[in-house]
Nanobody, 122 residues
Framework: QLQLVESGGGLVQPGGSLRLSCAAS????????IGWFRQAPGKEREGVSC????????NYADSVKGRFTISRDNAKNTVYLQMNSLKPEDTAVYYC???????????????WGQGTQVTVSS
């Protein structure tokens, strides 16, 4: 069974930080690009960040650039999303996905986690 599992979500105050993790089971992430997506209530799923299989290339949505950092540890079969200076508009369910190359469209990714809730509120 190929599976991605997100963790690290929760409730945080504006300006706070969270680190999300995406761990793979049943397969290794070494040869996959990873994307982080989020979906807020009433909105479409949007790309947040992505990272190449080697970790040598990263991309960020303009809305999170400078605040979020994506990284990976292939030895641990895990990808991370460090989220700093969180804003209420960052509130969403966050998903990680694995695919053959980096991209912004959800349909470009083959494997998905079930998501983790991030709520930014005072």
């Amino acid at each position: 069974q190929l599976q991605l599992v997100e963790s690290g979500g929760g409730l945080v105050q504006p300006g706070g930080s969270l680190r999300l993790s995406c761990a793979a089971s049943g397969f290794t992430l070494d040869y996959y690009a990873i994307g982080w997506f989020r979906q807020a209530p009433g909105k479409e799923r949007e790309g947040v960040s992505c990272i190449s299989s080697s970790g040598g290339s990263t991309n960020y949505a303009d809305s999170v650039k400078g605040r979020f950092t994506i990284s990976r540890d292939n030895a641990k079969n895990t990808v991370y999303l460090q989220m700093n200076s969180l804003k209420p508009e960052d509130t969403a369910v966050y998903y990680c996905a694995a695919g053959g190359t980096t991209g912004w469209a959800p349909e470009e990714y083959d494997y998905w986690g079930q998501g983790t809730q991030v709520t930014v509120s005072s």
